[in-house]
T-cell receptor
């Protein structure tokens, strides 16, 4: 069963618009970690943020912010005032503490295109 | 900076050939991973290694094998390449302690085409 669902396949915006990426996850664990990774055209996935299941405080880091809601099993990610360099594929991922503790379950990814 | 390098960015092979994909990391990470990435499917784990000479199957190990003779190097082997193995292959590494918490560091990927 798909543990991480990213319903948006592609998003296209004009520079300076905000972009919100949706992520819904599924787990029975009480302890788990959620991640966002960015994959620019160069191909290398880059770690962006991590959240543990006990910390629902939403944060802002520069132009990035995230909204973690356990009640709806969602971990959404927002890029404020998007730039062309934000064009990439973004992956949400889940790691469960009680399962195979090395395993990351990835969503299918959302391709973001920011037009100048 | 953590550096994960992969031997080739692009590779074209013929059906039936034996293919080696090499991955090297320079941060003394215990864990190393091989994924394949296909459109609409995200990343799927092929094999995982948590120590030298140790390996575990991931979600899609069929048609693949791996080798880890040194801590820094993890090889993916396609014994007899088939067209359905045309894909992007990504290597990653991470620290072992508190594994479920640790982020993985990825290489640039190898785009393999099997004709």
């Amino acid at each position: 069963a798909q543990k991480v669902t990213q319903a948006q396949t592609e998003i296209s915006v004009v520079e300076k618009e905000d972009v919100t990426l949706d992520c819904v996850y599924e787990t029975r664990d009480t302890t788990y970690y959620l991640f966002w990774y960015k994959q620019p055209p160069s191909g290398e996935l880059v770690f962006l943020i991590r959240r543990n299941s006990f910390d629902e405080q939403n944060e802002i880091s520069g132009r990035y912010s995230w909204n973690f809601q356990k009640s709806t099993s969602s971990f959404n990610f927002t890029i404020t005032a998007s730039q062309v360099v934000d064009s990439a594929v973004y992956f949400c991922a889940l790691s469960e503490a009680s399962g195979d503790d090395y395993k990351l379950s990835f969503g299918a990814g959302t391709t973001v295109t920011v037009r100048a | 900076d953590v550096k994960v390098t992969q031997s080739s960015r692009y590779l074209v092979k013929r059906t039936g050939e034996k293919v080696f994909l090499e991955c090297v990391q320079d941060m003394d990470h215990e864990n190393m991973f091989w994924y394949r990435q296909d459109p609409g499917l995200g990343l799927r784990l092929i094999y995982f290694s948590y120590d030298v000479k140790m390996k575990e199957k991931g979600d899609i190990p069929e048609g693949y094998s791996v080798s880890r003779e040194k801590k820094e190097r993890f090889s993916l082997i396609l014994e007899s390449a088939s067209t359905n193995q045309t894909s992007m292959y990504l290597c990653a590494s991470s620290l072992q302690a508190g594994s479920s918490y640790n982020e993985q560091f990825f290489g640039p990927g190898t785009r393999l085409t099997v004709l």
